[in-house]
């Protein structure tokens, strides 16, 4: 099992950038992909999970209004859109994926990890 992010990078306040979360190993179709990130000197925390069926849950309430998630099954991959950004949402962004089709109540129920992305938002 292997995921991996990608697509960060460096964007103004304001800006949007899309992360991709490209997973093998396992049938996509059937398990849910949560979003998570880390601020220097934080905890990890959760932003947001999509299921099997597409549900959406969201973590931080934050970012209700400004990101998305969304899955390409056929393509293997998860994409998490992030608009309007702002410094605090500067961390390192990983995705996961939990044992089943749903999105579970906290990160310690999610079994696989990828490597993170680096997003810093800053003039």
């Known amino acids: 099992v292997q995921l991996q992010a990608s697509g960060g990078g460096l964007v103004q306040p304001g800006g949007s950038l899309r992360l991709s979360c490209e997973v093998s190993?396992?049938?996509?179709?059937?398990?849910?992909i949560g979003w998570f990130r880390q601020a220097p000197g934080k905890e990890r925390e959760g932003v947001l999970c999509?299921?099997?069926?597409?549900?959406?849950?969201y973590y931080d309430d934050a970012v209700k209004d400004r990101f998305t998630i969304s899955r390409d099954n056929a393509k293997n991959t998860v994409y998490l859109q992030m608009n309007s950004l702002k410094p605090e949402d500067t961390a390192v962004y990983y995705c996961?994926?939990?044992?089943?089709?749903?999105?579970?109540?906290?990160?310690?129920?999610?079994?696989?990890w990828g490597r993170g992305t680096l997003v810093t938002v800053s003039s």
């Open positions: 190993g396992f049938i996509l179709d059937y398990h849910g």
């Open positions: 999509i299921s099997s069926s597409e549900s959406i849950t």
């Open positions: 996961a994926k939990p044992p089943g089709y749903y999105c579970p109540g906290s990160l310690l129920e999610y079994d696989y």
